[in-house]
């Protein structure tokens, strides 16, 4: 996987028939540009304006960095998402900068530049050393959804260098109107509707207000619905997705403006499809195989023999990654395949070739070729459209990624398509032409992430997860090599996996410049493969998990066969994370960790613990049933028995009396009100029960246990006197919220206690 900066690209957004801007007062989009005042600009780390040096006007700006980061920037600067803008300015130096000077551009969904979405540099510029003004450009898009720039002229270097003149102009026509899709293609298992959103421009055409909007659905030439709608700045038009009636069909969402005489001014159309999952994927994202998830495990950069496989599955591998220099020759691409279904592999392939995506007009050929032959190999288990295409095409590569859709799903309707994307501002882009989408968050980008490692792979696998919006399942790829300010030992890495495993992934991919076997990692990844990896991965997709995060940890809880799973993850890298929990076990907790402990220490209060978590560190417990349980506070609700000596009860027996302890809360740390009844019963038959006796109980707000808003405590006693030691005893809690809501619950552990 080749890596890239971030270079953000354009967006292949659908824009009206507009004729060109006038060019009139719009011929430079940023105020002050010679910098004949010291307004408009702030700069940061050694920036000022001078009179010293100056191309026109009166003064320039001068930065003077002793090697870290200098810049002048702009803020407020209006954006005008899918429109082409060059960005220029005249440079001066009397010295080598080397890998110095730059442009950055910071994106904004709003105009006021408070919500940051990305930015994108421009490569390094190497302005000439002779004492003259020099122009220097950089051309850039908007993406979708992008209403405000920050324009930054930056020195990365030691020296001086001056800038006067700079320009932001738009070299595309900025439209009349745009329309847009949420998805490129909608499942038919979601149902409900197409949502496509429009979005005018008065400002400079000032002619759509008081007109009206048509919004329509196309089938070829045929409208199948319309409506129309007052001029408004942003409309929003959902037809329902039962309109699109062939799978696979290109319908048309249209856009049609007209001014206040209702005359046709401007229009814009974007493509819809509608396609069933692939059926190797059910509702949930999982990849099902002989009716089992099957959760990809895979390395870059393989060894395509026997030998090689055997490696990479002790180190906890289940799938090979099939090289893009492989697709030419169709023969080596079975024959891999066959080697991968011989060694038990699944194989993930690289249909992109020479870094352009597989619809690309130059490898359709190539592809189609391929997937006619390999389609139905039982190998397969997808296919990969295309690697950083935010980072590495820049520019037009949106319908080449419509294009290896459709052309994926043209031979094949099992197996899912992935994309990998670099860039957080992309993702949502990504995940529009995929049915995963995969990320790589890596810390080595620049030091600012290396320094936040610890948490940086979580923040990208959930910007992930938001930008498919749940919708589709998201793989983490983690940096496996030394990159640029970073380099991961394998408890880093050990780490960075759970990260992403907390964050919601459900496939883990490692990257390395070489096969990782022969690097420092190999021993500590076999080690994680043989003794924690099945257990973790029993997490993904389980129905039983529970969350609890912060900005200093996360854990998660969850049972798996007769186990039950806690992860304690700390995500800072220089302090220790503590952890409250319920926890009843017969052992200490220590006894229970599988792996590395990290730091771990704890200390308890009756059944309330607190774990203390090593700077950077991951713990994972398991903890048998018959030993332990364990619940994070932020569980709905769970219950325990106790004597009145305060021991954990695994049964009830006649003519002792016991506590039922109740520990209740809600994972959105909300404040509410229990009211309900515990309810002791004793077995009269084989299917009947006898209610032996009830407490009712109704606290407005039920005691806090430790400092969590909506985690709570209640002890209700029975005295069992006099009670027969013979009938079967089980407890029942009734437990109502003040929406009325009723939920009985069967104790845990206690709900078939002989007496």
């Known amino acids: 996987m080749k890596k890239v900066l971030s270079i953000l690209l354009c967006l292949a957004f659908l824009w009206s028939t507009a004729p060109a801007m006038e060019a009139a007062g719009y011929e430079n989009f940023l105020k002050n540009p010679s910098f004949e005042q010291n307004k408009s600009w702030f700069s940061g780390g050694g920036g000022s304006v001078t009179t010293a040096k100056k191309r026109t006007g009166s003064g320039s700006a001068v930065l003077t960095s002793k090697g870290s980061g200098v810049w002048f920037a702009q803020m407020g600067v209006p954006a005008f998402p899918g429109t082409e803008y060059e960005l220029s300015a005249y440079f001066l130096q009397n010295e080598a900068l080397t890998n110095g000077v730059r442009f950055k551009v910071e994106f904004y969904t709003d105009a006021e530049c408070t919500k940051p979405q990305g930015w994108t540099y421009s490569p390094y510029m190497d302005p000439k050393t002779d004492g003259e003004w020099h122009l220097h450009s950089y051309v850039f898009t908007a993406p979708e959804d992008i209403y405000g720039f920050v324009v930054y002229i930056r020195l990365d270097t030691a020296g001086t260098l001056y800038a006067d003149d700079v320009v932001l102009r738009a070299t595309t026509p900025i439209p009349a109107l745009s329309i847009s899709t949420e998805q490129a293609f909608y499942y038919t298992e979601w149902g409900g509707n197409v949502t496509a959103t429009v979005r005018m421009n008065p400002t400079f055409y000032p002619e759509l207000t008081g007109g009206t909007v048509k919004l329509s659905l196309h089938n070829g030439t045929q409208a199948v619905d319309e409506k129309i709608y007052p001029y408004q700045e942003t409309l929003t038009y959902m037809p329902a997705l039962s309109l699109l009636a062939a799978e696979g069909k290109e319908y048309t969402v249209r856009a049609t403006a007209y001014d206040s005489s ?414 309900g009844a515990v309810a002791l019963y004793a077995k009269t038959g084989d299917s009947q029960k006898e209610l032996i006796k009830i407490h009712p109980f109704s606290p407005v707000v039920p005691a806090c246990t430790g400092t969590k808003a909506g985690q709570y405590s209640l002890a209700v006693p029975f005295d069992m006197n006099g009670q027969s030691t013979k009938p079967e005893y089980s407890i029942k809690v009734l437990l109502w919220t003040e929406d009325g809501r009723l939920t009985p619950t069967e104790i845990p552990g206690a709900g078939k206690a002989i007496g």
């Open 262 to 675: 209702q005359k046709e001014i401007y229009t814009a159309t974007a493509p819809v499809y509608r396609f069933d999952r692939p059926t190797l994927l059910d509702d949930a994202g999982n990849i099902i195989i002989h009716n089992q998830p099957f959760i990809p495990v895979y390395f870059y950069y393989n060894t395509f023999t026997a030998e090689g496989m055997a490696r990479e599955k002790a180190m906890g591998a289940n799938t090979i990654i099939l090289e893009n220099w492989m697709m030419p020759d169709p023969d080596l691409v079975e024959d891999t395949l066959d080697l991968c279904q011989e060694n038990g592999m699944k194989a993930l392939l690289r249909l992109y070739y020479k870094m352009l995506p597989a619809g690309h007009p130059n490898n359709v050929e190539i592809v189609e070729t391929v997937l006619e032959r390999i389609h139905d190999h039982p190998a397969v288990l997808g296919y990969i459209l295309m690697d950083e295409p935010g980072g590495i095409l820049q520019i037009d590569y949106e319908d080449d990624l419509l294009n290896s859709y459709l052309l994926v799903r043209k031979y094949d309707k099992v197996h899912p398509a992935v994309i990998n994307e670099a860039p957080r501002a992309l993702l949502g882009v990504a995940g529009r032409y995929c049915d995963i989408l995969s990320h790589d968050p890596y810390p080595g980008q620049t030091a600012a992430d290396a320094n936040a490692y610890s948490s940086l792979v979580a923040e990208g696998i959930k910007k992930a997860v938001e930008a498919v919006e749940g919708k589709k399942p998201v793989y983490a790829v983690l940096q496996a090599f030394d990159y640029q300010h970073f380099n991961p030992d394998v408890t880093q890495l050990r780490q960075m996996f759970y990260q992403a495993l907390a964050a919601g992934a459900k496939g883990f991919g490692y990257y390395s410049q070489k096969a990782v076997w022969n690097t420092k990692l190999k021993d500590g990844l076999v080690a994680f493969a043989s003794s924690e990896q099945a257990a973790a991965l029993s997490a993904v997709n389980n129905s039983s998990l529970i969350k609890e995060d912060t900005s200093a940890y996360s854990a998660r809880t969850w049972q798996s066969a007769d186990d039950t799973y806690v992860l304690l993850l700390n995500l800072q890298k220089d302090a220790s994370a503590d952890i409250q929990m319920h926890f009843w076990g017969e052992k200490t907790p220590t006894n229970y960790v599988i792996g590395n402990t990290d730091g771990f220490t704890f200390k308890n209060s009756a059944a309330l613990y607190t774990f203390s978590i090593g700077a950077g560190g991951a713990v994972l417990l398991k903890l048998p049933e018959e030993e332990a349980q364990a619940h994070l506070l932020s569980d709905v609700f769970h219950v325990h028995l106790e004597d009145e000596a305060g021991n954990i009860l695994s049964e009830i027996r006649g003519g002792e009396s016991f506590t039922v302890k109740l520990a209740m809360g809600n994972s959105q740390n909300e404040e509410k009100r229990y009211f």
